[in-house]
């Protein structure tokens, strides 16, 4: 369902509203939500096609904590990866110090002084990455037994997992 919205990505609303990654432009979630409801025309017209979308993610950890009044990341811990024994899974909320990962590089062609290509790589800046879900292969597992039994959710929610809604 998140992909069927049309809503645009929010790196590319950010980046149409001014926001520079590269130089550093700090990122907040109020940022992003203003970023995406300030582009109020979509993709398509909601549910008559499919384009990925991070924007349908950030929302959920808006709708997610504005129902609840809990943050995100704590609400996440509590109602997943606590009752499904992930020990090793929390939500990068874009602080630093990402604990036991590893970075994303990018190639970046320089030149050298008579103008020959240099290929290198760049360090992937992290910034727009807040509210993703770091786990290791361990907690993906007890994430994907989660399926089976319904632990976490019940039927009722692996039902509407598998259902899904397209209209051609």
């Known amino acids: 369902v998140l ?11 950010l980046a149409m509203s001014g926001y520079d990654e590269e130089n ?4 907040t979630s109020e940022r992003i939500f203003n970023a995406i409801v300030q582009f109020e025309d979509t993709y398509f017209q909601p549910g008559t096609d499919y ?4 924007s349908g ?3 959920i950890t808006e709708i997610v904590s504005r129902v609840t009044g809990i943050p995100y990341a704590q609400w996440v811990k509590d109602n997943i990866f ?15 110090g990402i604990r036991n990962s590893s970075s994303s ?16 790589y760049q360090e992937q800046v992290k910034n727009l ?3 993703t879900i770091h786990t290791t292969i361990r907690d993906y597992a007890k994430w994907m037994n989660n399926y089976i039994s319904g632990k976490v959710g019940g ?14």
């Open 155 to 168: 039927v009722e929610t692996l039902n509407l997992i598998e259902t899904g809604i397209h209209s051609d």
């Open 51 to 54: 384009r990925y979308s991070n």
């Open 82 to 96: 606590i009752p499904l024994d992930m020990n090793d899974s929390y939500v990068y909320e874009g602080k630093n």
């Open 129 to 131: 990455n807040i509210f």
């Open 105 to 120: 590089y990018r190639k970046s062609d320089s030149f050298d002084k008579i103008k020959v290509p240099i290929r290198t």
């Open 57 to 59: 993610y950030f929302l």
């Open 24 to 27: 550093g432009d700090n990122i």
């Open 3 to 13: 992909h069927l919205s049309g809503i645009k990505n929010y790196d590319q609303v």
